[in-house]
C-alpha cells in the first residue's frame, strides 16, 4: 500500500549539490526502510543508500558516495532525504527511492516499492 514520490533531481556541476526527497504515503513510515538506487545509461542499476526503519536508523552507503552523500528521515513529514554533495559526473543517473513495509534493518534485497525516479544530471 505504500506510494513513493522522488523529487529535487536537476542539472547540476560537477561539485555541486542536490537534496533528493522520498516522501511516502499510504503505510506507517516509523517501520519503513527506505533506500536509493540510481540508473545510469550503460550501466546496470546500483544500490547508493539505505536507511532502516525508525528503530533501526541506521545508514548503509555505497562505497562511490561514502563521505558525499547522507541519507536522513524526517518522521514528521514522512520523508526520507538523500544529500548529495561533491558531485560527480558518473553521478548522473535516473534516482529511485524504494521502501520494505514492515522491516527493520537494511537489506537492499527486501526495497521492494519503488518510487517513479529523478533525474539527476551533473555536467562537468
Known amino acids: 500500500e505504500v506510494q513513493l514520490v522522488e523529487s529535487g533531481g536537476g542539472l547540476v556541476q560537477a561539485g555541486g549539490s542536490l537534496r533528493l526527497s522520498c516522501a511516502a504515503s499510504?503505510?506507517?513510515?516509523?517501520?519503513?526502510?527506505i533506500g536509493w538506487f540510481r540508473q545510469a545509461p550503460g550501466k546496470e542499476r546500483e544500490a547508493v543508500s539505505c536507511?532502516?526503519?525508525?528503530?533501526?536508523?541506521?545508514?548503509v552507503y555505497a562505497n562511490s558516495v561514502k563521505g558525499r552523500f547522507t541519507i536522513s528521515r524526517d518522521n514528521a513529514k514522512n520523508t526520507v532525504y538523500l544529500q548529495m554533495d561533491s558531485l560527480e559526473v558518473d553521478d548522473t543517473a535516473v534516482y529511485y527511492c524504494?521502501?520494505?513495509?514492515?522491516?527493520?534493518?537494511?537489506?537492499?534485497?527486501?526495497?521492494?516499492?519503488w518510487g517513479q525516479g529523478t533525474q539527476v544530471t551533473v555536467s562537468s
Open positions: 499510504g503505510s506507517t513510515f516509523d517501520t519503513l526502510v
Open positions: 536507511i532502516g526503519s525508525t528503530y533501526d536508523g541506521t545508514a
Open positions: 524504494a521502501a520494505e513495509e514492515g522491516g527493520s534493518s537494511c537489506n537492499y534485497n527486501y526495497l521492494t516499492v
